[in-house]
């Protein structure tokens, strides 16, 4: 240990303060706890210090979930590996019939109680391939643009939204909706114009969406359970006959423990 000065030395004769005494046994409790640097080592008792004398998890222990296999983004016709956003109004996530996570959709992790930065990505595809009107599909026109509210994405830390981390709107109540020709219906495309032309708004939407979402939280100890969450807002992105038209292709999520 180094030496330390109390930031508060105290005197004879002088009337001590709680805040006083406290001042000066943190100043020996933050080394005792981790707090160390540059003034904690020396190099004349032996070699200086290199990573190799430390613990893999010494100052940062990461937790990370994404598939062996990453799903094409372009591989729009059979959606191998790909997740179904489904035609609901509420925050969706995604676990096994075992109640496992997804992978690269959820991380579970026992935490040693540090801050924690958690960071979630995904490839966000909204629309099915485009058949016109006599069934043939379309290869110049494969999505639907954006024929419903859009979505919201969000981090879950043991089933609360960390709202911080809200990637969307906020308010689904806020959203306009013109529908088609303004008639409050939907539309099933029958060309590439329809496409084109966006039928409601708020969330985010497009074809094929890059999302990153992410936030830094003091997590205590124990185990924990990390989710990226989707909201389909209103449970309307779909086109024409109501099936869904949203997924999600490749994911990552992990979680990172900055440890002290």
């Given at each position: 240990m180094s030496w330390k000065f109390p930031p508060e030395p105290l005197k004879s004769g002088q009337a001590v303060a709680t805040d006083n005494l406290n001042d000066n046994f943190l100043t020996y409790t933050e080394e005792l706890?981790?707090?160390?640097?540059?003034?904690?080592?020396?190099?004349?008792?032996?070699?200086?210090?290199?990573?190799?004398?430390?613990?893999k998890d010494a100052a940062f222990r990461l937790h990370l979930s994404r598939p062996d296999s990453v799903p094409s983004i372009s591989d729009v016709d059979t959606k191998t590996g790909w997740l179904t956003v489904r035609m609901k109004d509420d925050w969706q996530t995604?676990?096994?019939?075992?109640?496992?996570?997804?992978?690269?959709?959820?991380?579970?992790?026992?935490?040693?109680?540090?801050?924690?930065?958690?960071?979630?990505?995904?490839?966000?595809?909204?629309?099915?391939?485009?058949?016109?009107?006599?069934?043939?599909?379309?290869?110049?026109?494969?999505?639907?643009?954006q024929l419903g509210y859009g979505f919201n994405v969000a981090i879950q830390l043991d089933g609360v939204t960390i709202y911080e981390s809200f990637l969307g709107s906020a308010d689904s109540m806020n959203e306009f909706y013109s529908g088609d020709g303004r008639l409050g219906k939907r539309l099933k495309p029958t060309a590439k114009a329809d496409l084109d032309t966006p039928q409601a708004g708020g969330g985010i939407n497009g074809a094929a969406i890059a999302v990153v979402v992410d936030t830094i939280v003091d997590v205590p100890p124990g185990v924990h359970d990390v989710k990226i969450a989707v909201m389909s807002i209103k449970g309307n992105n779909s086109y024409g006959d109501g099936l869904p038209s949203a997924y999600i292709a490749n994911r990552e999520l992990f979680v990172l423990e900055l440890i002290r």
């Open positions: 706890a981790g707090a160390l640097n540059e003034h904690n080592f020396s190099i004349e008792s032996g070699a200086p210090l290199t990573r190799d004398n430390l613990a995604y676990t096994g019939t075992d109640g496992t996570n997804t992978v690269g959709m959820g991380v579970k992790f026992n935490a040693v109680g540090s801050l924690c930065w958690i960071c979630g990505s995904l490839q966000l595809q909204v629309g099915d391939p485009y058949h016109n009107a006599s069934g043939d599909l379309v290869q110049d026109t494969r999505y639907d643009r």
